[in-house]
């Protein structure tokens, strides 16, 4: 159980266009989603934190209004990286806390994004 | 304030030796401690946790032992493996709901045949 999707695996786009990443827990209800960004040989850098049904928390020093996320359901968070640009090619995590068990994730197998 | 050390990488070892993996943290409370391992191109898994001091978690061989005395939770494992090859994260649970983890820098371990 506890299994989280992303989709795409791996996306390339041209400069200037959006991309959505999708986040879904296939097997349970998660209140609260989390979007991670990973530099090559490095940790995990969060972005922001996505409650079900309201806006969601960014992490300072991430634009908002670049990184778009989307927690529309309890199964469903997404990400839209918008007018991409090379500088946001990245490795993009997600993961999910259970309803009712929020102290522990559960991650996404990453996408890969590369912008040309 | 509120952080994760580990040691630096990379770890190189042959087969079958003995790992360990230090990790250390700081907390003003007893937050649950986890280690995650990460294989090349992949996301993260969960390999183990404790919830409370002096826990210790367990899985595939790898152990960690919450000691709050030295706020520590080092990573073992007795007898490395070739496909144990990864990067390791340690991390310090969230104390409230919906809280964030906060990671390590990762650790990265080569095992050689």
């Known amino acids: 159980g506890a299994v989280v999707s992303q989709h795409p695996s791996w996306v390339i786009c041209k400069s200037g266009t959006s991309v959505k990443i999708e986040c879904r827990s296939l097997d349970f209800q998660a209140t609260t989603m989390f979007w991670y960004r990973q530099f090559p040989k490095q940790s995990l850098m969060l972005m922001a934190t996505?409650?079900?049904?309201?806006?969601?928390?960014?992490e300072q020093g991430v634009e908002k209004d670049k990184f778009l996320i989307n927690h529309a359901s309890l199964t469903l968070s997404t990400l839209t990286v918008t007018s991409a640009h090379p500088e946001d090619s990245s490795f993009y995590i997600c993961s999910a806390s259970l309803r009712y068990e929020t102290y522990e994730q559960y991650f996404g197998p990453g996408t890969r994004l590369t912008v040309t | 304030g509120n952080s994760v050390t580990q040691m630096e990488g990379p770890v190189t070892l042959s087969e079958e030796a003995f790992l360990t993996i230090n990790c250390t943290y700081t907390a003003t409370g007893y937050p649950s401690l986890f280690w995650y391992v990460q294989y090349p191109g992949e996301g993260l898994q969960l390999l183990l946790k404790?919830?409370?001091?002096?826990d210790k978690g367990s899985n595939k061989g790898f152990e960690a032992t919450y000691r709050k005395e030295t706020t520590s939770f080092h990573l073992e494992k007795g007898s490395v493996q070739v496909s144990d090859s990864a990067v390791y994260f340690c991390a310090r649970g969230p104390f409230n709901q919906g809280g964030k983890l906060i990671f390590g820098q990762g650790t990265e371990l080569s095992v050689k045949p």
């Open positions: 404790a919830t409370k001091a002096d």
């Open positions: 996505s409650n079900e049904g309201s806006k969601a928390t960014y």
